[in-house]
């Protein structure tokens, strides 16, 4: 009994397994039969596809149609519309750092560089547009997407243009605006520290900045200063108004400001004897030639007066020449204030590449200029939030030449009658 019962079970199991194998077996040629009918398919359509494409482009060579502006369609109505009809000079001065009458001019003067022809793929942006873009830029130090939005067109359109005006800028508008004086202008100088600072034959102040970057991919450490963060230095030197008059822009955060300036042509020519005339006034019996002005961190030479070092032992004479100095080296420092206030693009990290910071800066400096002879105002509010970024330097020490010692003492006494 036991018996037949077993068998029958086993009996039943291989026809379950049977079964179960049949159905597995239905499944699979069901699933390859289901995958070559969409393979099928998908060549029929693909076919058709490359049929259709074919005759469209059999047709196009055939029939030519004009091509069509492929850029992206971005709103510029705020730019358009808005901006350029109707903002108050007041605007002008608060987005763009000067009038539209100035802006007008700077992009008359940009116009043969920037003049690009059109054609059937893109249409240029127009010039009055790429310059408001790059003062945007160096005004605010926003974001290229930002001011993609807001003009209307794409991050890297906003790249380029920033890009080309600078270098705009520097072809067309350097030599011009930022020039060594000479002749009358230089004896207006010259005039102008003695009235204002009461400091004489003084043609000029030199310091030098960080300019805050991205830290860049080679070689970052150099550029990493002793202030904790990466840099670029410029050197200027400015008029008694505060116009710059030589810049000298480049070098990393991290070299000595000494380096910098026996690297400079200001201090190459200045030992040559080529960079002032031999204009000479005698003072306290002694020949005082044509200098400039510089901080302690200056090597004292016969045509750059610096302070005497404060050992704590310094005579009412030295102190009172020391205090002198100052005040007329002040205007350097005012001149970086007002150019980092008026294009804050300068405060920030420079969201360019190494190699091109020199050509934003230099173009900052080249417009500080233009806005300071056009008598653009200044909202002093822009001083606000402004950090030292002035180079700090220690007391350069170094074997002072004898002239320049005299020329020194002889100022000195200068400031004893005057």
């Not at 289901?34 to 055939?62: D, G, M, N, P």
């Not at 200063?225 to 822009?249: A, E, P």
């Not at 030992?271 to 510089?294: A, C, D, F, R, Y």
Request: aromatic residues 10%; positive net charge.
């Amino acid at each position: 009994m036991n018996e037949t019962i077993v068998a029958t079970a086993l009996l039943l199991r291989r026809k379950a397994v049977r079964k179960q194998r049949e159905k597995e077996i239905y499944l699979k040629k069901r699933a390859r039969a289901f995958r070559r009918r969409a393979f099928a398919a998908k060549q029929e359509k693909q076919r058709l596809c490359f049929a259709i494409l074919l005759a469209l482009t059999t047709l196009s060579i055939k029939l030519p149609t004009p091509r069509s502006i492929w850029t992206r369609q971005r709103s510029s109505y705020w730019w358009d519309h808005i901006v350029f009809s109707t903002f108050t000079n007041d605007q002008w001065m608060e987005n763009f750092r000067m009038s539209k009458t100035t802006f007008v001019m700077i992009c008359n003067e940009l116009r043969s560089s920037l003049k690009k022809s059109s054609t059937t793929m893109r249409q240029p942006i127009p010039v009055e547009k790429r310059v408001a873009i790059s003062l945007w830029f160096m005004a605010t130090g926003t974001d290229y997407r930002t001011i993609g939005h807001l003009f209307g067109v794409s991050k890297a359109s906003v790249c380029l243009a920033i890009r080309q005006v600078c270098r705009a800028i520097l072809t067309t508008l350097l030599e011009r605006y930022i020039k060594w004086p000479s002749g009358e202008n230089l004896k207006n100088i010259i005039s102008g520290f003695k009235h204002k600072f009461g400091f004489p034959q003084c043609v000029g102040a030199v310091d030098g900045t960080h300019i805050p970057i991205i830290s860049p991919e080679d070689y970052p450490a150099d550029y990493y200063n002793r202030k904790g963060w990466h840099s670029v230095l410029m050197q200027g030197t400015v008029d008694h108004l505060g116009i710059f008059i030589d810049i000298y822009i480049g070098w990393p955060g991290r070299v000595h400001d000494a380096r910098v300036f026996v690297n400079s042509s200001l201090y190459k020519k200045g030992q040559e004897g080529t960079l002032l005339p031999n204009w000479k006034e005698s003072i306290e019996g002694q020949e005082v030639p044509l200098v400039l002005l510089g901080d302690p961190a200056y090597p004292l030479l016969p045509w750059l007066m610096k302070p005497y070092s404060d050992n704590g032992h310094l005579t009412r004479d030295q102190k009172r020449f020391n205090y002198r100095l100052s005040k007329g080296r002040v205007v350097v420092e005012h001149a970086y204030g007002r150019l980092k206030g008026r294009w804050r693009c300068l405060l920030k990290r420079l969201d360019v590449s190494v190699e091109f910071v020199p050509d934003v800066v230099a173009a900052c400096c080249v417009l500080h200029n233009i806005c300071e002879i056009h008598g653009e105002t200044f909202n002093n509010e822009l001083l606000d939030g402004i950090d030292d970024t002035l180079v700090q330097r220690s007391d350069y020490s170094s074997d002072n030449s004898q002239s320049a010692e005299c020329t020194r003492k002889a100022i000195s006494g200068y400031f004893i009658h005057h």
